[in-house]
């Protein structure tokens, strides 16, 4: 027995086969196709990155999951873990370049030494988006209305939450816990998980009973819209430009689809957790699938590249959609778009006429049919037997038709066998591709 | 001052600004919408695997290239450097979910730690194509095709010069020379880069003088495919599967293309330094730019799998191609596609109708019209000179139309700038869609 090495992936990584790669590159290619009707532009950045720019302060959980070596000239490098941190780094690196407000796309992988048992990748594609070099609250409500037509040419309808940090450490500032402000985001963060009542005394812990009362009045704001920001409004000291600028959110939806709507929903428990939020922040959920928790988050951002370049500071707004959980969320709906089937073949009747094959095949690809010339299982003359064979592979490969070439394909009438209803039909070549093109 | 990061890519790798991005995703497009007609199918594999699949038999300069490292698991494992051994891997692993004769194409980056003096980068992508499970001459025929088809889709003539590894390892075994086969195969690879008589001399050396003179007189024959063919025969002993192979693969391109042509070209010189080929091997020239060298280069070999798996040898044909390389090269030529032009843009006038502005860019959208809607630069009820801003800012992206909406746009005229001819006319929200779509 010869030696061999055991074909194995590593733990968190896939092969995606054919027909799980053909609905991501469909996938991928709708959502592309709305960035462009909007006007953003791709980017892309190396997978590998010097270590100390993207651990930038470092610390935490980011450390700890990063893939970091050294590389054969002894840099000390990383693959990168998120699109932010790159983004960053490229805004600092190519800020002369750029035509401001800055509109970016860019969809690529990301590696995480994750724990896998909790059903996490270690190599994963993310989609983020941006507006850059620009605090217009037409901006905010660009990314909302973006995150919302994706969704919508994916099939999804999706209701977005809205929250504003800034009006909450304004809020928290004005019952004299600002200092507290970092903690009191990450207790509210977890309201969802913990509940009200652990939340309660996680708060009064950190703030007292009576301010943790006024949290939770803050955060637990229920009615419409308007009633909810009214009331963050009050609470929060009176109006303020952080008040303003959901009010403005509220009435661009508002003169956008000429209709009240519940699509725009605000919520005051939102956070999220990430440190550099600074203004509007925003979770996305699936109306038919809320559990699943938010598949598209972001917020705005007051200083993107401060870490690597010591001039202006540049503001945004920007999210991030994690393909496999999308992907994962629109297979248990049902909304997965189905692998393209392949239109037709030509049958190998005769292996000595591969040129004559390949002369057909090319005919039907030049009128846009996918078509494929079958190369084997092909004894000289052909007989019933290896056409059954090539019908099954036809069927196997999810190919509708099958053309059975005579002597003169290109002249004489060609059999056309249609693998759905198993029948066969005399037609010529120009007949055929108009049948294929009515057909698929 | 504070302490910040100097933003920079590590040698050998790069930033893709939009431009570039958008040439690179419309080419690899091209390339897809090509294999998709001949019926190929997408795979990816990670760009991480465990080091020992990759180096495999390890040893010679891709161990001294490659980014190998411990993961936070001790786990030895590597970038991958090429597609072709994941290739290998993921056909072993997958063999019983493929259906054969399986046709794949995988377009993914890959790390090599280059020399990066000689214009070389260490992030690169590569597009590889295969058939694999089968051994008729059709497939290497539709290679053949495929390489054609992609290069005339992205507007470029080429030659593809075929040989037959086997052919001459028979030529070899004839003048008792074969156990010299890797060393000889070795010496006549570099005989475009060292000369006749630099060739001359090391054959001489490794095989005597009479065998020196035979190997040049097979490696250097001349005339049409017919008359080299021959001469390869001849020399090799007479008729054998290998000369018949080389025989076929010419008699299916006057098939196809009913007409003798030179597309096609007998080179015996040609031997694919890499040792895992065993059968035709061939490299492709662009007619108006040959001196670049071989743009894709590939061949036929027999035991795909063999290292990661002890049962059935897979033999199978496919091919590479750089696609860094092919766009220097197109970019030579004046053929590299234009970034896509955006076609309109909303002014901003008003900054707290954002909404309806957004409303008019999503009317164009839905038509198909890549439409952003400008947020900033825009004091309440706008000015002249606040226009002119939002004109030069529409030259800067390449946008070609700019709305400036009215009170009521989506009812009233609107007035269209256009950009080009910087004149102004008025017309209805349909009437400039109609425009638009005229004339983009």
């Not at 699509?263 to 600074?278: A, K, Q, V």
């Not at 009438?413 to 005399?426: P, V």
Request: with cysteine; net charge neutral; proline share 3%.
């Amino acid at each position: 027995m010869a030696a061999y090495i055991e074909p194995k992936v590593l733990k968190g990584f896939r092969d995606f086969l054919p027909d799980m790669e053909i609905t991501r590159k469909s996938l991928i290619e709708n959502m592309e196709n709305t960035f462009r009707l909007f006007g953003f532009l791709p980017i892309d950045t190396p997978a590998l990155e010097y270590a100390e720019i993207l651990l930038g302060k470092g610390g935490g959980e980011t450390e700890k999951q990063i893939y970091r070596f050294k590389d054969n000239g002894e840099r000390d490098v990383a693959l990168r873990f998120d699109l932010t941190v790159p983004f960053a780094r490229f805004t600092a690196l190519h800020r002369e370049e750029l035509i401001f407000p800055f509109k970016r796309y860019h969809i690529a992988k990301v590696w995480r030494g994750e724990n896998t048992q909790r059903g996490r990748y270690r190599e994963f594609t993310q989609c983020d988006f941006d507006i850059i070099g620009s605090e217009s609250a037409a901006c905010d409500f660009e990314i909302i209305l973006l995150i919302r037509t994706i969704m919508k040419n994916l099939g999804v309808d999706v209701n977005i939450h809205v929250n504003h940090r800034g009006l909450f450490n304004r809020f928290l500032s004005h019952i004299g816990q600002s200092e507290k402000s970092v903690e009191a985001l990450r207790v509210v963060d977890k309201l969802a998980k913990t509940g009200a009542d652990e939340t309660c005394k996680n708060l009064t812990e950190l703030t007292g009973e009576e301010n943790a009362r006024k949290i939770l009045e803050y955060t637990g704001a229920k009615g419409s819209f308007t009633e909810i920001l009214d009331k963050m409004t009050e609470l929060s000291g009176g109006p303020s430009p952080e008040s303003q600028r959901l009010f403005e959110l509220r009435q661009y939806m508002l003169d956008y689809i000429c209709d009240d709507t519940d699509n725009l929903i605000l919520d005051p428990s939102i956070t999220r957790g990430l440190d550099y939020y600074t203004g509007v922040v925003f979770e996305t959920f699936m109306k038919e699938m809320p559990d699943i928790g938010s598949v598209c988050s972001g917020g705005r951002y007051d200083n993107l590249a401060g870490l690597y370049s010591k001039d202006a500071s540049i503001s945004g707004v920007g999210t991030s959609i994690g393909l496999d959980r999308l992907i994962a969320a629109l297979e248990s709906l049902g909304k997965l778009p189905a692998a393209n089937k392949r239109a037709a073949a030509i049958a190998c009747v005769n292996q000595d006429r591969a040129g004559l094959y390949q002369a057909l095949a090319q005919k039907l690809r030049l009128s846009g049919i996918q078509c494929e010339a079958f190369t084997d299982s092909c004894p000289s003359g052909g007989n019933e037997k290896q056409l059954v064979k090539q019908f099954i592979l036809a069927e196997k490969k999810g190919i509708r038709y099958v053309l059975i070439p005579g002597s003169n394909p290109l002249t004489d009438k060609i059999t056309l066998r249609d693998i759905a209803s198993r029948k066969n039909s005399e037609f010529t070549i120009d007949e055929i591709i108009k049948e294929i093109k009515k057909s698929v």
